[in-house]
């Protein structure tokens, strides 16, 4: 029989309370039927960074408004639901904690089964939401929070093929920004900069280019960008606009190219599995920079592969991606009970070594 499902998700992984009602009927496209994420970036704003308390309490009271929001704005009652989908992790774990305990309690009150999602299961299967993509295909994930190379076989089945060992893109992005005084979030304001810079001017490092495979790194970038920038300072007292503007160039360029060719060897890789149809997804907040974005599609042309990227509302951290994959497990089986554990590192794929490092944003897994 074609069932139809409907699942409530909810997020507090990171500094995004969000909760969505996602609906699918088996075979067809999911539709979102609401979509609510209440940002906390006024709260952490005059720390430069997210401070995990205040974002954790900011969550608690938050997610019963966001829920609220969400069943009207879906013209919906709890009654009209199938599962309640909550981040289980990895992520800020006073924030995850808040997420599972509020899906815990309505999933007591009203006997609605429960789903713990991996957050980044939740990016990584945007593109099945939005477009309907099939298993397998490549997932790069670029956010201040997350950078990884994943091959999806199925929801619960992720092979990692690479990744950063120090910072994300984004966090090296909000770095830079910060080092030449410009307003955070850094990548719209470093982007804009480098549109006005000569990209050739100062020659930053691509890091870990002449290592083979896919893993990433980008906190020697900074540092190069760092102490350049003191040197112009030593030198001329100071900065001018066009040293900042080549500045910012010079750190995007090396960005882009790092991205293209680690992104040219994951494709190299998941060609070996014989996809039917190759598609390269991108998700996360850095996919919106329009010259990474265009260096990916460039590459992705190189070998015939489609490229696709979620509109932006979907790249960053909300809770209609949870609900759709707690959808997808619901469907395939999966339950959680009430001991379901709320996790700070939570590996997509459990059988690579464990990433290094925890970014301003949390843990990367
Ligand atoms: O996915 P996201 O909203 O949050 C998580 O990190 O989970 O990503 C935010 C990151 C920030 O570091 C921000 O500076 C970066 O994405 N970002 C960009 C651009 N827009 C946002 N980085 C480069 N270029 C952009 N245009
Ligand atoms: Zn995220």
New binding site residues.
């Given amino acids: 029989m074609v069932q139809t499902l409907t699942v409530l998700g909810l997020e507090s992984s ?1 500094d995004d309370t969000a909760a969505a009602i996602v609906r699918q009927t088996e075979g067809a496209k999911a539709e979102i039927l609401s979509s609510i994420v209440h940002g906390q970036t006024e709260l952490h704003s005059a720390y430069g960074g997210v401070v995990p308390e205040i974002a954790a309490r900011a969550h608690a009271e938050k997610l019963d408004v966001c829920v609220i929001q969400a069943l009207e704005k879906a013209g919906m009652a709890l009654g009209d639901i199938d599962a309640i989908a909550v981040t289980a992790g990895p992520g800020l774990i006073g924030g995850v904690i808040s997420g599972v305990m509020c899906a815990k309690g309505l999933s007591a009150a009203t006997g609605l089964p429960l789903i713990g999602v991996n957050h980044l299961a939740g990016h990584a299967l945007t593109p099945r939401l939005t477009d309907g993509i099939a298993f397998p295909y490549l997932m790069l994930l670029v ?4 950078c990884q190379y994943l091959i999806a076989h199925s929801p619960e089945d992720f092979t990692r093929l690479g990744g950063t060992i120090d910072d994300a893109p ?2 090296a ?2 770095k830079t920004a910060r080092l030449l005084g410009l307003p955070q ?4 304001s ?2 804009a900069e480098a549109k006005s810079g000569d990209p050739k001017r100062f020659r930053f490092p691509r890091p870990l280019l002449d290592r083979p495979g896919c893993d990433l790194s980008f906190s020697g970038l900074k540092t190069a960008l760092m102490r350049t920038r003191d040197q112009i300072v030593t030198e001329k007292g100071g900065l001018t606009r066009q040293d900042r503007a080549d500045l910012c160039a010079g750190f995007q360029q090396a960005v882009v190219e790092t991205l293209a060719e680690k992104t040219r060897r994951a494709i190299a890789l998941y060609l070996e599995q014989d996809p039917d149809e190759p598609v390269i997804a991108v998700a ?3 996919a ?2 329009s010259a990474i974005r265009a260096a990916l599609e460039t590459v992705c042309g190189e070998f015939d592969a489609r490229f696709t990227a979620p509109p932006l509302a979907l ?3 909300n809770a209609a991606m949870i609900a759709f994959a707690g959808l997808e497990r619901f469907r395939s089986g999966a339950r959680d009970g009430l001991d379901l554990m709320a996790r700070p590192r939570w590996p997509l794929d459990q059988s690579s070594p464990a990433m290094l490092g925890s970014g301003k ?1 949390g843990a990367k897994a």
């Fill in positions: 990171c956010s201040g929070g997350h984004g966090e992005f909000d979030p850094g990548g719209p470093v982007e996360g907040g850095v919106a920079n790249c960053t951290d944003k």
